[in-house]
């Protein structure tokens, strides 16, 4: 018995050290640079080690006039080169009985009250650029939201997106969401499918089990509650993209995916084509 536990136990650190050289040669071996449907992909926030402000970068790769959609209680800092205005779904009084957790916060006042799915209210073209930090994985449809935005920022405009990293938010126990499902949810819309995603929130997320889950879900899908319906690693915000840019619309990923050490997030500039 104690020989048969040694073996397992050498077996055990064989495999480690294999699989450590592979994972090795597979960094070593990783491109700097991925071409994107006709754009460059700059992959080198996943690589580096040394933390930065990348709100703060990509802040003033901005210019002109333009909007930021969802900033509730954390808008993106503005330096004087541009003017934001501010949309969201509600009045900040519905935000704050929305999101009673975040009572202690100051919220930003929307400008403009619009669905971000659609921001029917905006003219095409209309805006210089467009920012929105934690909210495509909020969005039921993403990639109907993403042509919904490209559509509103001019040619040349550049869109900035910031997504959670699941494997640092309470997402963390989520399945990631695979491209296939959200090309489904572009064509095929499907009220039984935004259910899956409520119950799989609130079985994952918020650790409910049973009937007590069930119930939990129609609650949220009742009140509309603004969950995250999809769940992001940077490599599937690039699979999306690239998938977006030869299908929907032309756009040129201009930096990121970036990220570094310990963040929860993850940064990406794109240029509406």
């Known amino acids: ?7 397992r ?4 650190i064989d495999l480690f050290l294999t699989d450590w050289s592979r994972w090795k040669k597979r960094v ?6 991925l071409r994107l449907a006709g754009a460059q992909l700059v992959d080198r926030g996943l690589t580096s080690r040394r933390p930065r402000d990348w709100r703060t970068h990509f802040s003033h790769r ?9 900033a509730l209680s954390r808008p993106l800092q503005t330096h004087p080169g541009i003017k934001v205005r501010y949309v969201d ?18 919220f930003t006042e929307p400008d403009i009250v619009d669905d971000a799915h659609t921001l029917g209210t905006l003219p095409d073209a209309s805006e210089d650029f467009l920012i929105a930090a934690h909210l495509l994985e909020h969005m039921r449809d993403p990639i109907r939201a993403l042509e919904a935005w490209c559509r509103v920022v001019r040619p040349g405009g550049l869109i900035y997106l910031i997504l ?36 799989d929130f609130v079985v994952h997320a918020m650790q409910k089990t049973g009937q007590v889950a069930v119930e939990e879900a129609r609650r949220l899908e009742q009140i509309d509650y603004s969950i995250h319906f999809h769940v992001f690693q940077p490599a599937d915000a690039v699979r999306l993209l690239q998938w977006f840019a030869r299908h929907v ?25």
């Not at 136990?9 to 055990?12: A, N, P």
């Open 89 to 106: 779904r509600h009045k900040i009084s519905e935000l704050r009985a929305e999101y009673h957790e975040l009572h202690t916060f100051p």
């Open 9 to 12: 136990i050498w077996l055990g």
């Open 28 to 33: 070593r071996n990783a491109p700097w640079k």
């Open 62 to 70: 901005l210019s002109g006039s333009g909007i930021e959609i969802g």
């Open 164 to 199: 959670p990293d699941k494997r640092a938010s309470f997402d963390r126990f989520r399945q990631r969401t695979p491209l296939d499902h959200m090309v489904l949810d572009y064509r095929q819309p499907s009220r039984d499918r935004d259910f899956a995603h409520f119950m």
């Open 249 to 273: 619309r032309p756009i040129e990923i201009v930096e990121g995916p970036v990220t570094y050490p310990f963040s929860d997030e993850f940064h990406t500039l794109l240029r509406v084509l």
């Open 1 to 7: 018995m104690v020989e048969d536990a040694w073996v």
